[in-house]
């Protein structure tokens, strides 16, 4: 594997995303990637309980917007002879979303550990998971939603009710792991330096109880959000996000990317709103090594 790692320890199956460099950074390869291992762990014997977490500063700093950007703008060629079509859209992301949903789909329950930036395409992945925990420097947020893009999977409301989901993806802003915690959009936030004990401590804690049982439980839980909707809101939402690409605005946005290069087009973004890169908390945070969409001065590519 190129983009992550894998291990079993104490009934504890982890999937390690090892993009450091690229912040982690979602790609093809990692979708398909991630796909198989969480396809592997859930039918494991040995295992009961999924942890996935990131190296580096970041956890997911979304999609790469060199490879996303370049793909939108390969396809507007093409456009020139035909119109864009949006259940091809649809299809395309969906390879993406239905990797993510893994997380939720799988019978076993799955934790996330999450460190420095989990943002636009990352939340559309960490938000499956059924339990996520943060060290207290992370960050959430749906920047894309202020041009370009809807979050795909559509967890926000079944994690912090109506009016909190609102206030976040209508503005795009910033959430600090505490706030993420307080809100409901995670679990709970802790030291730093205790991330990695703390959600594996968790895990194991859950390993200890019969898998069945584990997986009665999941499913009585999730099917509280399936009742309400959520295939539904899936749907609409990774349509919209495709609709949201191919806006004047989305459209502008590419082609800005492509003219000035990805960080100055996200920090001409975000600039007005004072966050993410373009805020007092990127300060502390290493600086990915490419052009990739990340916490510092660059963002996700949105699908």
């Given at each position: ?109 799955t934790i996330a550990a999450v460190q420095g930036w989990c943002i ?167 600086k990915p090594r490419d052009g990739k969409d ?10």
């Open positions: 594997m190129k983009t992550l790692r894998t291990e079993t320890r104490n009934g504890v199956g982890t999937i390690t995303l090892a993009r450091a460099a690229e912040y982690n950074t979602i790609t093809p390869d990692l979708r398909d990637e991630l796909a198989a291992a969480i396809d592997r762990a859930d039918a494991d014997h040995g295992v009961h309980v999924i942890l996935l977490r990131a190296d580096g500063p970041a956890f997911c700093a979304g999609y790469g917007l060199d490879w996303s950007t370049r793909a939108q703008t390969s396809e507007s060629g093409a456009a020139r002879r035909r119109v864009w079509d949006s259940v091809a859209d649809y299809g395309m992301i969906s390879q993406f979303v239905n990797v993510y949903m893994k997380l939720w789909y799988a019978r076993k329950p636009g395409g990352g939340t559309d992945m960490v938000l499956c998971a059924d339990l996520i925990i943060a060290g207290q420097s992370a960050s959430f947020g749906y920047p894309p939603s202020r041009v370009w893009g809807t979050p795909t999977t559509a967890m926000w409301v079944y994690r912090m009710g109506l009016e909190r989901a609102k206030r976040y993806l209508l503005t795009g802003d910033e959430i600090p792991a505490p706030e993420a915690a307080r809100i409901g959009l995670i679990l709970e936030a802790v030291p730093d330096g205790e991330l990695d004990a703390r959600a594996t401590a968790i895990a194991e804690r859950m390993a200890r109880v019969p898998v069945n049982q584990l997986q009665m439980l999941k499913l009585l839980c999730n099917h509280t959000a399936e009742n309400m909707g959520l295939a539904t809101s899936r749907l609409v939402g990774s349509l919209f996000d495709g609709i949201a690409r191919h806006t004047q605005e989305g459209l502008d946005f590419v082609a800005r990317a492509q003219v000035a290069g990805f960080r100055d087009a996200v920090r001409e973004r975000d600039d007005p709103f004072g966050d993410y890169g373009s805020g007092p908390r990127s300060k502390t945070r290493a990340a916490g510092s001065k660059n963002r996700k590519r949105q699908g």
